[in-house]
């Protein structure tokens, strides 16, 4: 068991976390998400996700434009990004 004789040092961890850039990704679709609840309002995107034009898995960004869009059409479409490559059929 950590730190049983003294606290966790989550300033620590969170520091480590940025240097390694794990949650880059995650942060990028929070920020998109305020900016949008913020001009527009959250009742705005109630039942609907904000789907970024460029996949931030294909190097996209909120500068690159995000969009409303159906919970199970932007999910999706993270399935396919996850699966390898196919191979092409030679043809005879």
């Keep these: 068991m950590p730190y049983v ?3 966790r040092p989550y300033g620590k961890e969170y520091q480590q976390q ?8 995650r942060s990028e ?3 998109a ?3 949008f609840d ?7 995107r109630s039942g609907l996700d904000i789907s970024h034009r460029k996949d931030l898995a294909r190097g996209g960004s ?3 434009g995000v969009r ?3 919970p199970s059409k932007n999910r999706a479409r993270g399935g396919a990004l996850s699966r390898p490559p196919r191979k092409k059929k030679k043809k005879d």
């Design 5 to 7: 004789n003294k606290p």
């Design 18 to 25: 940025k240097a390694r850039g794990e949650n880059k990704a």
């Design 29 to 31: 679709r929070a920020r």
């Design 33 to 35: 998400r305020r900016e």
């Design 38 to 44: 913020r001009k527009n309002g959250r009742s705005a």
């Design 62 to 64: 909120n500068a690159d």
């Design 68 to 70: 409303l869009e159906d």
